[in-house]
């Protein structure tokens, strides 16, 4: 899939609700209020843990290697206040996560992270094995390592934004219509397509139109809200998409 565009009736810049980023808030209350940004920095590290997983794994770390890793790291992070030395106004979470966890990898944390599997310490929930099931689904490629984490990340992104939409697509439309409409979010569609659908949902080809205008104008916020946790400012958020549509380009 695709990264959309900005949604024609999506939230303009300098819209007071986006005053502050999860990624901003994180570091801002490092200092003054702990609790507050180890909960914010734990809630994106159960978001964005399989992209970490995948470098480890790519990078040679066999399974029980790689999640302990992405364990240990993440124990690190939220109990030695690394995240208080980043600056959110010269950095994205993205480029964070990846430096700091490369860096933590080179320093060979074998005893510190068999520490933790020993006292079983989890700070997230890693499926070992669904991340095994989503690495081989991965097509062959020589991307890079990092380009290869950008493209894992873009997807993570695009994976929550899509089931932020799918969320409130059901509490006013059945599942099997959210299913059947999905495939539109990435592309223009097609007028025959379109007919099909709609004989199909027992509508019309003009009411799958607009239907399926207004779940990409959903899915465009909803994706801007999720880079914009992830950046300092508002002004970053077409430069991120800019990147993450980068990253998937050729897929």
């Known amino acids: ?26 570091v801002a209350a490092g200092g003054r209020d702990p609790a507050a940004a180890r909960a914010a920095l734990e809630t994106m590290c159960r978001a964005y843990w399989y992209p970490l997983y995948a470098d480890a794994r790519r990078r040679g770390a066999d399974v029980h290697r790689a999640s302990d890793l ?16 980043a600056d959110p106004a010269r950095g994205r979470f993205r480029a964070f996560l990846l430096t700091a966890f490369r860096r933590f990898d080179a320093k060979d944390h074998a005893k510190a ?28 490629h020589g991307l890079t390592p990092d380009r290869a984490f950008d493209r894992r990340y873009a997807l993570t992104l695009l994976g929550r934004a899509l089931d932020r939409t799918r969320e409130e697509f059901l509490r006013t439309h059945p599942a099997a219509h959210f299913d059947a409409l999905a495939p539109f979010l990435g592309g223009a569609g097609e007028e025959l397509a379109h007919a099909d659908l709609a004989a199909a949902l027992g509508t019309t080809p003009g009411a799958v139109r607009v239907t399926v205008h207004r779940l990409r104008a959903r899915y ?32």
């Open 220 to 251: 465009g916020r909803n994706l801007r809200a999720e880079v914009r946790d992830t950046v300092a400012d508002d002004a970053a958020v077409d430069d991120e998409l800019r990147q993450l549509r980068q990253s998937l380009a050729g897929e």
């Open 1 to 26: 899939m695709s990264v959309p565009g900005p949604a024609p009736d999506d939230a303009p810049h300098g819209d007071p609700s986006f005053a502050t980023t999860r990624w901003t808030d994180v």
């Open 113 to 140: 992270v068999a520490a933790k599997r020993g006292g079983d310490v989890r700070i997230v929930p890693i499926d070992a094995t669904g991340g095994e099931s989503r690495l081989r689904l991965e097509p062959s």
């Open 70 to 85: 992405v364990q240990g790291f993440f124990a690190a992070l939220l109990e030695k206040g690394w995240v208080e030395d």
